[in-house]
């Protein structure tokens, strides 16, 4: 550590439950230039655990929000809000234009989006979740650990997981998970080794443990073999 | 009194919480917890419980906010200068305007309390003071990009019994604001009901990596109460 | 004769959104005995579908869900019975 992050840029997709707080790392932390990606407004629902936001935001854009809040708070840092859904249409140019990627979405879909743009733009991946009691964290680097589609293949089908705002969300749960992956990402940006990288850890907040599960790069991963295949000889 | 309107909008997402309702955010909403200490868990701490909706909050922290006390995760280069407390209650009421937010007044008596030390030696002294009071507590203890958080319900064994020597790294914004959002959720549940039997807990928090050990009393400690400490009759 | 038990309460969520709408039958469910029913009146479309589902994920039973025109257009009916205590009172 001590090397400073000026020069760095990350990138978070959600200014939620999630995003709010490793936004609020990486900003602490000195990265230079943060994006947010949000496309959703300022919900009542939101305030029991978005920390960017207060009663004074209710009905505006997350991303304006969010932007105006941090660099309130941390002026140093160039701040971009994006008020769009982190779609395949513009997931590329935004994720090649970072030096990681923390992906703090809600759906499935946009978690693999997130996981194969990542591998494609060669950027590290730190993902999270919570899910009512349990918090979820893989990093994924590409082309030395395993992604998210060698644990999961495909999203679930619609229907099998509780659609987000169905489900209970601990919201300080979700502060702890957020704080944790933006640390995870300010360590990739100082070049150290990532706690879950290769690893998927789960915490459940009732029994206060954790389940570590190692990860390797799965042989019919497409894409992994993907990353792999455009890989030179040397690079290997 | 049953939730408002208000209250089951904002809170929907825990009230659907297995384990947790109606009951719970009532006692959130009778709760009085003081967070005090003046370490870097304090400002994330302060967020995620008003945020949840414990009904008051007395912050003691009497600095003035500086650049390295944590500012980051809730005030600004703006609130520099003024006294922590009153800046930190100031926002908790602008994250939930439900929520009474006050700096603490001598001879107030909470419900809870969340100790935030900048130091072991600050959370031993407050939360025997706690221990001694019979307020059940948790304490969070920032250590480098993580620390420690032990909760301490009524009668269980205390703070000085469950510590154990960190790293004793600087600590960072980033692990302030992992202890303090983890030191919150400990209270929550405490606070929630949600548990038959309080549960005594120590998570420590290393290279992003939560590990859980269930507390026990040392030999002899004066938590154990006056039997323990050979004074019973 | 079907040996369902009549409702023990009833409310009315078609005026919410989503989550409010699970919400408030989440809390009318607390507040019954393991057993009785709550008759819930939704809006056609996402409170139909997953207020019914929450339910069941949350260990109560759907007795009936069937369209209830003469409680106004687009109205769906749901009876859930109220299930045991959720496993998750009992902690570690």
């Not at chain 2, 003691?60 to 209650?89: I, K, M, N, T």
Request: proline letters at 7%.
């Amino acid at each position: 550590m001590g090397a400073t992050l000026s020069g760095m840029s990350a990138l978070v997709v959600g200014a939620g439950g999630l995003g709010g707080p490793a936004a609020l790392a990486l900003a602490a932390g000195g990265v230079g230039r943060l994006v947010v990606v949000d496309e959703d407004e300022v919900e009542i629902s939101n305030l029991n655990r978005q920390p960017l936001f207060g009663d004074a935001d209710l009905g505006e854009r997350k991303a304006a929000a969010a932007a105006r809040r941090i660099a309130l708070l941390h002026p140093g840092v160039r701040v971009e809000g994006r008020d769009q859904r982190f779609g395949p249409d513009v997931a590329e140019d935004l994720v090649r234009g970072c030096d990681v990627l923390v992906d703090a979405s809600d759906n499935f879909a946009t978690r693999f989006l997130a996981n194969d743009v990542a591998l494609a733009a060669r950027r590290p991946l730190v993902h999270g979740a919570v899910l009512r009691h349990t918090a979820q964290f893989l990093t994924v680097m590409p082309g030395k650990t395993g992604c998210l589609r060698c644990l999961f293949e495909a999203p679930p089908a619609e229907g099998t997981v509780p659609a987000c705002a169905q489900a209970g969300v601990l919201g300080a749960l979700a502060g702890f998970a957020g704080a944790l992956m933006g640390a995870e990402a300010l360590r990739l940006l100082h070049g150290e080794r990532g706690a879950y990288a290769g690893r998927l850890v789960a915490f459940d907040a009732r029994t206060g443990r954790s389940r570590l599960v190692p990860l390797r790069v799965r042989a019919s991963c497409p894409s992994c073999s993907a990353v792999a295949a455009s890989t030179s000889p040397g690079e290997r | 009194m049953a939730l408002t309107e208000a209250e089951v909008a904002r809170y929907a997402r825990q009230l659907i919480l297995p384990g947790m309702g109606e009951a719970s955010q009532e006692a959130f909403r009778s709760a009085r917890v003081r967070v005090t200490g003046g370490g870097l868990a304090a400002a994330p701490a302060v967020y995620y419980l008003a945020a949840a909706g414990i009904g008051t909050l007395w912050i003691d922290e009497p600095d003035e906010v500086s650049p390295g006390s944590g500012a980051g995760f809730a005030l600004g280069p703006a609130d520099l200068g003024r006294p922590r407390g009153a800046a930190l209650a100031a926002f908790a009421r602008a994250a939930n305007a439900l929520v009474t937010a006050d700096v603490f007044r001598p001879g107030s008596r909470p419900t809870a309390v969340l100790v935030c030390g900048s130091s072991s030696d600050v959370s031993r002294a407050i939360a025997d003071e706690a221990r001694l009071l019979r307020t059940p507590h948790v304490v969070a203890d920032v250590d480098g990009q993580g620390g420690a958080v032990t909760t301490v319900p009524v009668d269980a064994p205390c703070y000085a019994c469950a510590a154990r020597p960190g790293l004793g790294a600087a600590p960072t914004q980033e692990g302030g604001a992992t202890v303090g959002a983890l030191a919150a959720m400990e209270l929550l549940l405490l606070l929630s009901g949600a548990s038959s039997e309080p549960v005594a807990r120590r998570i420590e928090v290393f290279r992003g990596t939560p590990l859980v050990r269930a507390t026990s009393r040392q030999p002899g400690c004066a938590c154990a109460g006056p039997a323990a400490a050979g004074l019973a009759p | 004769m079907t040996g369902t038990p009549l409702p023990a309460a009833r409310i009315d969520v078609r005026p919410h959104a989503c989550p409010v709408t699970w919400v408030k039958a989440r809390i009318a469910l607390s507040r019954l005995a393991t057993g009785q029913v709550l008759e819930v009146l939704l809006a056609d479309g996402e409170p139909r579908e997953n207020v019914p589902r929450s339910a069941e994920e949350d260990g109560h039973r759907v007795l009936r869900l069937e369209a209830a025109p003469e409680e106004g257009p687009g109205t769906w009916r749901a009876w859930l019975e109220r299930g045991p205590e959720p496993e998750e009172r009992a902690w570690p």
